[in-house]
């Protein structure tokens, strides 16, 4: 199984990215997907997470209203519109699959490596 994110990079306060999440090795629809984020010496947060047929969607706090998660089954690939960046939303942001269908307590079975997103003033 491989999880590739890409579409990280350097943005300033206020713009948008969107990030993409290319998997392999799974039958993809099957899974519900989800983005983390974890910050320079802090725990890794829940950012959002899909369900397998992309109905269901679930965010965390700090990014409802801001960012938007989607998935094309058709492509395997999961993405995370980021749109209202703010300075604290600088992180590496992994993507998750995950056999089970809860969005909650989101708990990831494979992980990707990780795309760094730096938002500067």
């Known amino acids: 199984v491989q999880l590739v994110e890409s579409g990280g990079g350097l943005v300033q306060a206020g713009g948008s990215l969107r990030l993409s999440c290319a998997a392999s090795g799974l039958a993809f629809s099957s899974y519900s997907m989800a983005w983390f984020r974890q910050a320079p010496g802090k725990e890794r947060e829940f950012v959002a997470a899909?369900?397998?047929?992309?109905?269901?969607?679930y965010y965390g706090d700090s990014v409802k209203g801001r960012f938007t998660i989607s998935r094309d089954n058709a492509k395997n690939t999961v993405y995370l519109q980021m749109n209202s960046l703010k300075l604290e939303d600088t992180a590496v942001y992994y993507c998750?699959?995950?056999?089970?269908?809860?969005?909650?307590?989101?708990?990831?079975?494979?992980w990707g490596q990780g795309t760094q997103v730096t938002v500067s003033s």
């Open positions: 998750a699959a995950s056999w089970s269908p809860a969005l909650r307590d989101y708990s990831g079975h494979y």
């Open positions: 899909i369900s397998f047929n992309g109905l269901g969607t």
